[in-house]
């Protein structure tokens, strides 16, 4: 479900521009999901604020860092005030895990069938994060499955995301 004003629980989306971007835009494209539209996610806290994996590990900031760019904010279709608040507070528990743009490497090995040894404990290790495995991650610690296709936990991308819960019908 899209929103226009965020609650506690939901999740932004949005661009990166510059070198970054890019190549989070290449991960996203080698692991199957083009190059879309989004390329960051983070999750919305109470009191204005977010929780967001970063290159110096998983930061609070406030929700007005992103008052200058265009936002996507979704959540599946109706959450209780409990289950928000659920959502917010197990995703604190990841605040300084680093950020690991190896995560996009080994999302991708599994796409293509490389038999990496402990590819799959690297992928499902929640010891590093990129942004949109904070944000499902928290939604399991809080009891929601965002996603019931058998994927292997914490493969998971903002385009992901985005095809997960952007479209209505789910």
């Known amino acids: 479900m899209i929103r226009t004003e965020p609650q506690p629980g939901d ?3 949005t661009s990166i521009t510059g070198p970054v971007g890019r190549l989070i835009q290449i991960g996203q494209w080698l692991n199957g999901d083009g190059f879309g539209p989004y390329e960051h996610a983070f999750l919305v806290l109470p009191d204005d604020q977010l929780i967001e994996a970063e290159p110096g590990g998983a930061q609070v900031a406030p929700l007005s860092e992103y008052d200058d ?3 996507l904010y979704l959540s599946p279709a109706e959450l209780t005030p409990a289950q928000r608040e659920a959502i917010a507070s197990c995703a604190l528990k990841y605040r300084d895990v680093p950020y690991s743009f ?5 999302l991708a090995a599994h796409r293509f069938h490389l038999p990496v040894p402990g590819l799959r404990t690297y992928v499902e290790s929640t010891g590093h994060m990129i942004c949109s495995q904070l944000c499902d991650q928290a939604y399991k610690d809080a009891g929601i499955q965002l996603f019931d296709d058998g994927r292997w ?6 385009m ?7 479209d209505p019908t789910r």
């Open 11 to 13: 999740i932004g989306l």
């Open 160 to 166: 992901d995301l985005y095809n997960q819960l952007a």
């Open 153 to 158: 936990e914490g493969y998971v991308t903002p």
């Open 69 to 71: 760019r265009e936002v």
């Open 102 to 106: 190896l995560d996009y490497a080994a």
